[in-house]
């Protein structure tokens, strides 16, 4: 919407398109909202849409590394990393990420204008460009992509580890999750390395106990695709339907509901509710998502599963996806390497004594030869 609360033509026939192309509305609203960011800075500066350059998208890259995160309010300094879970904080400042994705989104704006004849014949995003030309023009597909350098404006995003949870402290969590449900949900997370999205989604009828799969819809595709899960799952899912009305647990209606009455299917932001409150109790900061990591990094470490019957369970469309979990965890790094020091410290003590060196020769025979004491 423009200041005047009138709507963008521009902003709603690409976006028209783009969930014309068969995308989900969870993106069309991402792509939305980058684009309202793009146009609260074009009114901000006094520029029309189809007047810009790439001195303006490089303004705007200024202005997102150093604004703050309108929404983002602050009643006390905390780290940068959180103490219990090692894991950094919600930066106060938009990430290198979502600049990145807020380009692309702009890039293919103008793009679909520029192709249409509705805006200017220029993108103003500059693109990636390898030896002058394209990145990935006449690329052979059975050949892998050359890695050059980023378009410009592009920012550099840190390559992370998978964020998944030590068994420890995951016992910690599961230990303060107050009911049945919460305990089957988290279960059903740490286990299936299901979506948290598509976990929230279940039927009653999706959950096969006899076959112990449960039937998810891909986020990306839209598929309905069965996955195993663990015992103790369905134990504790099973718990918690006896804890349910009858009407609720037939089959087709919702698997999570709310716990008082009136009672309601939950959805992600009640999932989201129920771990913010174990993280004030733990003082932490984990998140659903950790859960789908934590799976994955558990059936990667078992030598019986192999990657690509992992690749199948999370549903990852490029085998490169999916290696990324055999990364080993900074923690356990760190406990391996403090052990290396350990046996040093005690290989250094132990120098000081002379080793004890065993004769070649039977000690029979060297009694019987010089006389005198056993040889040893």
Not at 26 to 36: F, I, N
Not at 195 to 206: A, D, F, I, N, Q
Request: hydrophobic residues 40%; contains cysteine.
């Amino acid at each position: 919407m423009a200041p005047d609360d009138d709507p963008i033509p521009s902003v709603g026939l690409y976006l028209l398109d783009f969930w014309a192309r068969g995308m989900s509305p969870a993106s069309v609203e991402s792509y939305a909202r980058d684009l309202l960011r793009w146009f609260r800075f074009l009114w901000g500066v006094g520029r029309e849409w189809n007047r810009v350059n790439g001195d303006d998208v490089r303004d705007f890259v200024i202005g997102l590394r150093d604004a703050p995160k309108q929404a983002v309010q602050r009643c006390r300094v905390r780290p940068a990393v959180n103490e219990v879970s090692g894991k950094p904080y919600v930066s106060d400042v938009y990430s290198p990420r979502t600049i990145n994705h807020n380009l692309s989104v702009i890039s293919a704006f103008y793009d679909f204008h520029r192709r249409a004849l509705s805006g200017p014949l220029r993108n103003p995003v500059p693109e990636r460009v390898v030896n002058g030309g394209r990145f990935g023009a006449h690329h052979n597909p059975e050949n892998k992509y050359r890695q050059g350098r980023r378009a410009d404006y592009r920012q550099k995003v840190p390559v992370r580890a998978p964020r998944s949870i030590p068994d420890h402290a995951f016992e910690d969590l599961f230990t303060a999750l107050a009911t049945d449900r919460d305990r089957a949900l988290v279960a059903f997370y740490v286990s299936s390395a299901a979506r948290p999205s598509e976990l929230v989604g279940l039927t009653s009828g999706m959950v096969d106990v006899g076959q112990q799969c449960i039937s998810v819809v891909r986020k990306g595709s839209g598929a309905v695709q069965r996955i195993p899960a663990s015992p103790e799952a369905f134990t504790w899912f099973r718990l918690y339907q006896e804890s349910l009305p009858e009407e609720l647990i037939r089959s087709g209606s919702a698997a999570w509901w709310t716990l008082r009455k009136p009672y309601r299917p939950l959805n992600y932001e009640a999932a989201r509710a129920i771990l913010r409150r174990v993280n004030s109790v733990l003082g932490a900061n984990w998140t659903l998502h950790d859960f789908r990591h934590t799976a994955a990094t558990r059936m990667a470490r078992d030598p019986n599963v192999s990657l690509t019957d992992i690749q199948a369970v999370l549903g990852h469309v490029h085998l490169t996806t999916t290696e990324a979990y055999l990364k080993p965890r900074m923690d356990e790094v760190i406990e391996r390497v403090n052990l290396h020091f350990v046996s040093r410290a005690a290989g250094a003590g132990a120098a000081d004594v002379a080793p004890v060196r065993l004769s070649p020769y039977s000690a029979d025979d060297m009694t019987e030869l010089f006389g005198g004491t056993v040889w040893q």
